[in-house]
């Protein structure tokens, strides 16, 4: 095992430690494990929270900040937070206009949640909750009911958090956190397994030359393995699967998300292949991101997730914003 680690067990608050150094402009609990913006809570806007297993990195907390989320809670290396963490974080950015916490669909996250919304409501917080399943590969798997949650959440997190940032009430960024997830499909392939500190080991077995279609962001098995194809063959692949779930009937803004371990190099020529799908399909595409958002610790493999927007959400998208991972506009 080669990485960059002193041991396991201290691998989620030594980065909670170099964030706190970096970006002075957050306030990192690294005993209790909360990322909070700084100048939290602010007064008149609803505090979105946000959290799951680490090795997703900059999800959650690269997203911490003006115009998106205003706390996150890490959990252990794919492994969900504790309730007592997303009830500390809902407290921190409570202004007395409600918390929305915005959930990826796998089991444990969503219990936690749950019970995370029990005891910030039992302290009087409002609270209100929006469930991320926008991956079309699968229905269930080894960590759902349902669909699994993936890239949506970016997209969740800025426009809902935009809206927040303007001053909506809870019950409209709530249901704008839900038109985008409605709005949203992903589809993910895995070139190469991820390896979790803790093993020291790949977590999945995936021979040389070969890849999965449908990967899971914890390496939960996908659809199907097929040789390894070109970057061409896995955009019409990829593509073709999240439009067959969800025709759009507006302009789509899009995410060519890396999962940890693929260059920008190699993302940039596979969005060339998205976008030319894309044409063929006659998708109007109103805005690119391009880059490693939503990730699996070292996967390589690359997702991509489409999102119908309207003039309001795609003003939403645009507005400005201001976290560690992601900021334009100010």
Not at 42 to 65: I, Q, R, T
Not at 92 to 120: P, W
Not at 162 to 186: D, F, H, K
């Amino acid at each position: 095992m080669r990485m960059l680690i002193n041991v396991p067990e201290t691998v989620v608050a030594d980065a909670l430690r170099g964030m706190a150094a970096a970006h002075p402009e957050l306030s990192v609990d690294v005993e209790n494990r909360v990322i909070v913006r700084g100048d939290a809570p602010v007064a008149g806007k609803v505090g979105l929270v946000s959290g799951g297993g680490s090795g997703h990195e900059p999800l959650h907390g690269g997203f911490v900040g003006p115009g998106m989320l205003a706390a996150a809670c890490p959990g252990e290396v794919f492994t969900s937070p504790v309730p007592d963490q997303m009830a500390r974080a809902a407290a921190a950015v409570n202004s007395g206009e409600g918390v929305l916490f915005i959930v990826k669909n796998y089991t444990g996250d969503v219990l936690n949640f749950d019970m995370a919304a029990e005891l910030a409501e039992d302290e009087g917080v409002r609270v209100a909750k929006v469930l991320v399943n926008d991956d079309v590969a699968v229905t269930d798997s080894l960590y759902t009911a349902g669909r699994r949650g993936t890239g949506a959440t970016l997209f969740v997190e800025k426009i809902a958090g935009a809206a927040a940032e303007e001053g909506a009430p809870l019950e409209r960024v709530e249901a704008i956190a839900r038109q985008v997830n409605e709005s949203s499909r992903s589809f993910g392939v895995a070139l190469s397994a991820s390896t979790t500190p803790a093993k020291g080991s790949p977590t999945f077995d995936l021979p040389s030359g070969e890849l999965e279609l449908g990967i899971g962001i914890h390496g939960e098995p996908g659809r199907e393995r097929r040789a390894m194809m070109t970057s061409r063959e896995i955009a019409d692949f990829a593509v073709n699967a999240v439009l067959e779930d969800l025709p759009p009937t507006s302009p789509v803004l899009v995410l060519v998300n890396g999962m940890g371990a693929t260059p920008l190099l190699e993302l940039y020529g596979f969005n060339a292949e998205v976008q030319r799908v894309l044409t063929e399909r006659r998708v109007v595409v109103a805005r690119t991101l391009v880059g490693n958002y939503v990730t699996s610790l070292d996967m390589a493999g690359c997702s991509v997730t489409l999102c119908q927007v309207d003039e309001e959400l795609l003003r939403l998208w645009d507005a400005p914003v201001q976290t560690s991972a992601l900021r334009w506009g100010r």
